[in-house]
């Protein structure tokens, strides 16, 4: 019998991953070689995992978020951020300054650099009441963290972000999303139907950048295609504004090619402006 874990209003959702700052530089003609090139920058709260619980908070659906915290003011700042939103934070604080994640782009060529450690990823040896959450959202490719989940609360549902995760835990996995390169690095080929023989109660989104996006549900799958006249634009956070967008219309018991749908709309305006995260809904 094929069967897909369904989201509903009544879920108690837990997002675990990483709480940093986005250094984001963006310039619109190539940069030169030994000068000063002056071009815009700002730092923002980030994060791909805390971007998510961000926007769901804007989106009016607060869930609780778990990940290490810097003890500096950029630490108190992440959290203050999300308690402004609705949101619920856990973790501990560790002795160490909060993570920079800087992006640097501009026509010619993109640079990504981040100092984050090990330090700030949760992991199996941290106690957490996870038998109190209904369904689980990460991008940290652990096994360990999630047999131990499991082991607290074998109903848990999950859905992985970035990985594709290990096919022993299919039973559990409700969703997967992640871009077209993460997809091709960690499977070596793009056959997205294939893929899902492994994960059987499981649907998969694969973003495809300006050709679209891929999505596969209930033995059946469709496309939608990029926006015509594809523009530079602005790419940090949009992933993580496609992952909102989508878990919110499943919270509200939307059919999933509308979740799909507005999960690309909010990627495609999140594209067009110098942000990470989104400020308002559609």
Same mark, same amino acid.
């Given at each position: 019998?094929?069967?897909?874990?369904?989201?509903?209003?009544?879920?108690?959702?837990?997002?675990?991953?990483?709480?940093?700052?986005?250094?984001?530089?963006?310039?619109?003609? #190539?940069? $030169?070689?030994?000068?000063?090139?002056?071009?815009?920058?700002?730092?923002? %709260?980030?994060?791909?995992?805390?971007?998510?619980?961000?926007?769901?908070?804007?989106?009016?659906?607060?869930?609780?978020?778990?990940?290490?915290?810097?003890?500096?003011?950029?630490?108190? $700042?992440?959290?203050?951020?999300?308690?402004?939103?609705?949101?619920?934070?856990?973790?501990?604080?560790?002795?160490?300054?909060?993570?920079?994640?800087?992006?640097?782009?501009?026509?010619?060529?993109?640079?990504?650099?981040?100092?984050?450690?090990?330090?700030? $990823?949760?992991?199996?040896?941290?106690?957490?009441?996870?038998?109190?959450?209904?369904?689980?959202?990460?991008?940290?490719?652990?096994?360990?963290?999630?047999? $131990?989940?499991?082991?607290?609360? #074998?109903?848990?549902?999950?859905?992985?972000? %970035?990985?594709?995760?290990?096919?022993?835990?299919?039973?559990?996995?409700?969703?997967?999303?992640?871009?077209?390169?993460?997809?091709?690095?960690?499977?070596?080929?793009?056959?997205?139907?294939?893929?899902?023989?492994?994960?059987?109660?499981?649907?998969?989104?694969?973003?495809?950048?300006?050709?679209?996006?891929?999505?596969?549900?209930?033995?059946?799958?469709?496309?939608?295609?990029?926006?015509?006249?594809?523009?530079?634009?602005?790419?940090?956070?949009?992933?993580?504004?496609?992952?909102?967008?989508?878990?919110?219309?499943?919270?509200?018991?939307?059919?999933?090619?509308?979740?799909?749908?507005?999960?690309?709309?909010?990627?495609?305006?999140?594209?067009?402006?110098?942000?990470?995260?989104?400020?308002?809904?559609?």
């Amino acid at each position: 019998m094929y069967f897909v874990y369904t989201i509903n209003e009544m879920s108690k959702t837990l997002i675990i991953g990483t709480a940093l700052i986005d250094h984001l530089i963006y310039s619109d003609s #190539p940069l $030169q070689e030994n000068i000063c090139n002056k071009v815009p920058n700002r730092l923002y %709260s980030g994060g791909s995992m805390r971007n998510v619980a961000f926007n769901l908070g804007v989106l009016g659906c607060p869930v609780d978020f778990l990940a290490v915290w810097g003890d500096d003011f950029y630490g108190q $700042q992440l959290q203050k951020e999300l308690k402004e939103k609705g949101i619920t934070c856990h973790g501990p604080v560790i002795s160490q300054a909060s993570p920079i994640f800087t992006a640097l782009f501009n026509p010619a060529q993109n640079y990504l650099i981040s100092s984050i450690t090990p330090s700030f $990823q949760i992991t199996a040896n941290y106690d957490f009441p996870y038998q109190n959450y209904d369904l689980l959202v990460s991008d940290v490719d652990d096994e360990f963290l999630y047999a $131990q989940i499991i082991s607290q609360n #074998p109903q848990a549902k999950f859905v992985f972000s %970035s990985f594709l995760p290990q096919p022993k835990y299919a039973s559990h996995i409700t969703g997967i999303i992640l871009n077209r390169h993460e997809f091709k690095k960690q499977n070596g080929d793009e056959n997205y139907q294939a893929m899902l023989t492994k994960y059987p109660h499981s649907w998969l989104v694969v973003t495809q950048d300006e050709m679209g996006v891929y999505y596969c549900h209930q033995g059946s799958s469709g496309k939608l295609e990029g926006s015509a006249g594809s523009c530079w634009g602005f790419p940090i956070g949009c992933g993580d504004a496609f992952t909102a967008g989508l878990l919110i219309q499943l919270l509200n018991n939307q059919d999933f090619p509308t979740a799909v749908k507005y999960g690309k709309q909010l990627a495609d305006q999140l594209y067009l402006t110098p942000d990470n995260v989104i400020t308002k809904p559609l």
